[in-house]
């Protein structure tokens, strides 16, 4: 619509457009897809919440999990460091390959370097249950990730959609997150969390440099106020509201083409759209 809002039978529900929309891609990226202005009969939220959950067990702060690096000791360092500005304990996980032959062994090596959760990065479904299994029967009280590339907006929205029948939170994997805006979408499209990779940011994985530390944090800061605006603007005053939207087929979706792009540049203009 021309002032800014949208018919209620305007665009697409998640669920439409990624299940059933006939004639379309298998999958979309974050950039082909965009988020309609609620209706007009919508206000925005006064006050957002961006609290989330790394596990069932694990609550955090913020919805973002960032990678810098492998060693025990740098999760020794992790785990003891403190800011003055930001007193609170500082949340670890601890990837394990599970197709290294030695994983048990670094299980243990990272429990015992304090590692809060563990995630089970990759590797043959088989072989990730027969890890969880070992995991639990070992340290009942750990948390475990799976790990398994939630990559395109599609996967993150089809796999969280069968997740939160289970009450189980999703991570979204962060190599084609490369702007806050991707941020903003993943959370939106039912994400609980969004894995920070340094490869987003200019570095690599396995790198801890000060350099790439602070382009994943500069990342963070302009997600985190892409997120809160987002919700806003979309009325929802948390995470759990905007996946209770969605799954309701009450937020819309659009597909990216060149009128919706002239669209999203007046939202933009008009609402501060992401």
């Avoid at 929309?21 to 209706?39: I, K, Q, T, W």
């Avoid at 957002?48 to 913020?62: K, M, Q």
């Avoid at 599609?154 to 009450?167: D, E, I, L, N, R």
Wanted: hydrophobic residues 45%; aromatic residues 4%; without cysteine.
């Amino acid at each position: 619509m021309e002032d800014g809002g949208i018919a209620e039978d305007d665009g697409f529900s998640a669920h439409d457009l990624f299940n059933h929309r006939a004639n379309g891609p298998s999958s979309y990226e974050y950039d082909d897809v965009v988020f309609l202005p609620p209706p007009l009969s919508s206000s925005a939220a006064a006050a957002v919440s961006i609290a989330a959950a790394v596990s069932r067990n694990v609550p955090i702060s913020f919805p973002f999990v960032v990678v810098v690096g492998r060693s025990t000791e740098l999760i020794r360092s992790l785990k003891s460091l403190r800011r003055p500005e930001n007193p609170a304990r500082r949340m670890v996980a601890a990837a394990i390959g599970t197709e290294d032959e030695a994983a048990e062994n670094r299980l243990e090596e990272l429990v015992e370097a304090g590692a809060d959760v563990v995630v089970l990065d990759g590797g043959d479904t088989r072989r990730q249950i027969e890890m969880i299994n070992y995991v639990k029967r070992k340290y009942p009280d750990l948390d475990v990730v799976a790990g398994g590339d939630v990559l395109q907006a599609s996967a993150v929205y089809k796999v969280a959609a069968v997740a939160a029948q289970s009450g189980i939170p999703v991570m979204a994997d962060g190599v084609d997150i490369s702007k806050p805006g991707h941020v903003a979408k993943a959370l939106l499209l039912g994400a609980s969390s969004v894995l920070i990779k340094s490869r987003a940011t200019g570095g690599t994985d396995h790198e801890a440099d000060d350099q790439v530390v602070e382009n994943q944090e500069e990342l963070m800061l302009a997600a985190m106020e892409v997120v809160k605006r987002s919700l806003r603007w979309l009325g929802a005053s948390s995470l759990q509201s905007a996946h209770q939207r969605l799954h309701s087929q009450d937020l819309r979706l659009e597909l990216v083409t060149l009128d919706t792009q002239r669209k999203e540049e007046l939202m933009r203009l008009k609402a501060s759209a992401f």
